[in-house]
C-alpha cells in the first residue's frame, strides 16, 4: 500500500480544514482499492495522526479535530466491508495476561485503557514499556479503586502516564482498551491478578472497524469529561 498516496490526499484536504464532497469521495475511492486490514488501519490512522500533529500549533485544534474525525469516519466506513478478525479469550484457563501485553508490545502509536481497577505487575509493567519507547498511553479509572492496596494508578502516574478518574458517587465500571486506534478490547476482564488466575472472566478482541471506532469515540468523549 502506498502512503504516501494517501497522506496527499490528506494534506491536499488539509489546506482549507476540512473535508468537502468531492475529497470525501476521492478518499473513498482510494481506500476501496486497498486491503484495509487490521494493520492497514492502524497504518492509516497514524499517519492521519502523524499529519494532524504537524498541523496543530497553526490551526485552530476543533477544526482539526473535526477533521481528523470526518477522515476516520470514511476509513472506518470502507474498513468495514473488509473480512473481521476477531477472537475470544477466558480466564483463568488461558493466558490472557500474556496475550493483553502482546498487544500492548505491539503497539505503536497510542494505548487507550479503561478499566475499574489494574493491580495486575505485568500489565503495568507492560503499559510502562509502551510509555517509556514513545507510545502515547491514557488510562482512565474509577477514584475508588485507584487507592486499593495493589493499584498501579499512582505508580503509573508517577512515571508519566496520563491518568483521569472518574470522582463521582457512582462507579466507572468499563473494561475496554483501545490499541493504535485500530484493535479493541472489551468484555467482564478486569486487569488484576485475580482475574487472570481465579476469577471466571473473558474478553474478545477485534478489528471490526465500527466497533473499533465506537469504543476510541467513546473513550475520547470520556477523556474530555473527566477532569486531569
Known amino acids: 500500500m502506498d502512503i504516501s498516496a494517501f497522506e496527499k490526499l490528506l494534506r491536499e ?14 478518499l473513498q475511492e482510494w481506500l476501496q482499492h486497498q486491503n484495509c ?7 492509516l490512522r497514524n499517519a492521519a495522526f502523524r499529519i494532524v500533529r504537524e498541523y496543530a500549533g497553526d490551526e485552530d485544534p476543533q477544526q482539526l479535530i473535526s477533521w481528523l474525525e470526518s477522515v476516520m469516519r470514511v476509513v472506518y466506513t470502507v474498513a468495514n466491508q473488509e473480512t473481521v478478525q476477531a477472537e475470544v479469550w477466558f480466564s483463568p484457563d488461558q493466558d490472557c495476561v500474556g496475550r493483553i501485553s502482546e498487544l500492548i508490545r505491539q503497539s505503536h502509536e497510542q494505548i487507550d485503557v479503561c478499566v475499574f481497577t489494574i493491580t495486575d505487575n505485568r500489565l503495568s509493567s507492560s503499559l510502562l514499556d509502551a510509555h517509556r519507547r514513545g507510545v502515547m498511553v491514557r488510562l482512565i479509572t474509577d477514584d475508588d479503586k485507584s487507592t486499593d492496596a495493589g493499584s498501579d494508578v499512582e505508580q503509573l502516574e508517577r512515571a508519566g502516564v496520563a491518568v483521569r478518574m472518574d470522582c463521582s458517587e457512582w ?3 468499563h473494561k475496554f482498551a483501545v490499541f493504535d486506534g485500530s484493535i479493541l478490547l472489551n468484555g467482564s476482564y478486569n486487569w488484576t491478578r485475580g482475574a487472570a488466575e481465579h476469577n471466571a472472566e473473558n474478553f474478545l478482541i477485534t478489528d471490526h472497524a465500527p466497533l473499533v471506532h465506537r469504543f476510541f469515540e467513546y473513550f475520547a468523549a470520556l477523556w474530555s469529561k473527566l477532569e486531569p
Open 37 to 43: 486490514s487490521g494493520h492497514v488501519l492502524s497504518q
Open 171 to 173: 462507579h466507572m465500571h
Open 13 to 26: 484536504s488539509l489546506a482549507d480544514i476540512r473535508m468537502s464532497r468531492s475529497e470525501r469521495r476521492d
